[in-house]
């Protein structure tokens, strides 16, 4: 069974900092992408950034370049979303989703993507 866990979540002042993680089990985290997408209140569900498999390759939207850092560690199941510099547009609920096409390159588009954490809220305010 296919679970992905997201956690490190909270509420911090803008120009802080948060280091998200998504805990994944059911499948082998070395063969597989893994994104991670927010959804602020009204507003549609956007890539954020992303991590292949195949080459260790990233992705990252514009809006979160140079300050959101992804990585991955295959042996402990988990990615993680590093994320300084942090601004009020950033709050939202953050998920991560792995794609189930083995080696496949990551993009930051929500259709590529089979499996979705329950997502943690992120509020950047002070």
């Known amino acids: 069974q296919v679970q992905l866990v997201e956690s490190g979540g909270g509420l911090v002042q803008p120009g802080g900092s948060l280091r998200l993680s998504c805990a994944t089990s059911?499948?082998?985290?070395?063969?597989?992408?893994i994104g991670w997408f927010r959804q602020a209140p009204g507003k549609e569900r956007e890539g954020v950034s992303c991590t292949s498999s195949s080459d260790n390759s990233t992705y990252y939207a514009d809006s979160v370049k140079g300050r959101f850092t992804i990585s991955r560690d295959n042996a402990k199941n988990t990615v993680y979303l590093q994320m300084n510099s942090l601004k009020p547009e950033d709050t939202a609920v953050y998920y991560c989703?792995?794609?189930?096409?083995?080696?496949?390159?990551?993009?930051?588009?929500?259709?590529?993507?089979?499996?979705w954490g329950q997502g943690t809220q992120v509020t950047v305010s002070s």
């Open positions: 059911g499948f082998t985290l070395d063969y597989i992408a």
């Open positions: 989703a792995a794609d189930d096409q083995l080696f496949r390159l990551c993009r930051l588009n929500t259709g590529r993507y089979d499996y």
